[in-house]
């Protein structure tokens, strides 16, 4: 069965460092690949998508994440966290018919 | 930006009662999808929706939960008689195209059944 790990629940760093957050999934050929951010109260916003091609794909919000095929990862980075980034953010997977499988979440604080 | 829009954003109600939830999609999108989230617990998908009729549901969608699109906006998510674990947030989105490329999040309505 398809599966989406982040084996990170909650993340705290220092404004301006960088941020790394990981992404596993597990499925059988090439997925689409997602990653989200949730803003309290807000709905999910989506940052980049990779689907093929070249493997480091930019976002929004000076998101970027690299697919590594052999690694069956998806990590999103930024290399300056600001702290307006402050939020959860979702991994999510899906088989190329619509419906999005998602991780657990990770939750990011940004410390002043 | 065009954005889908969900209403109510909180909801009580009381065990057995029905609730519905509504949704209004994107205006030229086609695929219609449900998701929520038990606090605490990961996003899941409970169905998704095109040309008027399910595409695909999950275990979660049994008998007690149906979607309609009853005129040309709204999209709505019922459940019949709502039991205590179906108090989580319900999130609505909208894809212009089949393959899930990009699927657009309302805010989420927020069930709590006591």
């Known amino acids: 069965a398809q599966s989406v790990t982040q084996p990170d629940i909650h993340i705290t760093v220092s404004e301006g460092a960088s941020l790394e957050l990981r992404c596993n999934y597990s499925y059988g050929a090439t997925p689409y690949l997602f990653w989200y951010v949730q803003s309290p109260g807000q709905g999910l916003q989506l940052l980049l998508k990779y689907f093929s091609g070249d493997t480091l794909v930019q976002g929004i919000k000076g998101f970027e994440a690299e697919f590594k095929r052999s690694q069956s990862s998806f990590n999103l980075r930024k290399p300056s966290v600001h702290w307006s980034d402050a939020a959860e953010y979702f991994c999510?997977?899906?088989?190329?018919?619509?419906?999005?499988?998602f991780g657990q979440g990770t939750e990011l604080s940004v410390k002043p | 930006e065009p954005e889908v829009t969900q209403t109510p954003s909180h909801q009580v109600t009381q065990m057995g009662q029905e609730v519905i939830l509504r949704c209004v999609p994107i205006s030229n999108h086609l695929y219609f999808y449900w998701y929520r989230q038990i606090l605490g617990q990961k996003v899941e998908f409970l169905v998704s929706?095109?040309?008027?009729?399910?595409?695909?549901k999950s275990e979660i969608f049994d008998d007690q939960f149906s979607v309609e699109r009853p005129d040309g906006s709204n999209f709505t998510l019922k459940i019949r008689s709502t039991k205590l674990e179906d108090s989580a947030m319900y999130f609505c989105a909208s894809d212009e195209g089949a393959w899930g490329e990009t699927q657009y999040f309302g805010p989420g309505t927020r069930l709590l059944v006591l």
């Open positions: 929706f095109y040309n008027n009729e399910i595409s695909e």
């Open positions: 999510a997977v899906n088989n190329q018919g619509g419906k999005l499988i």
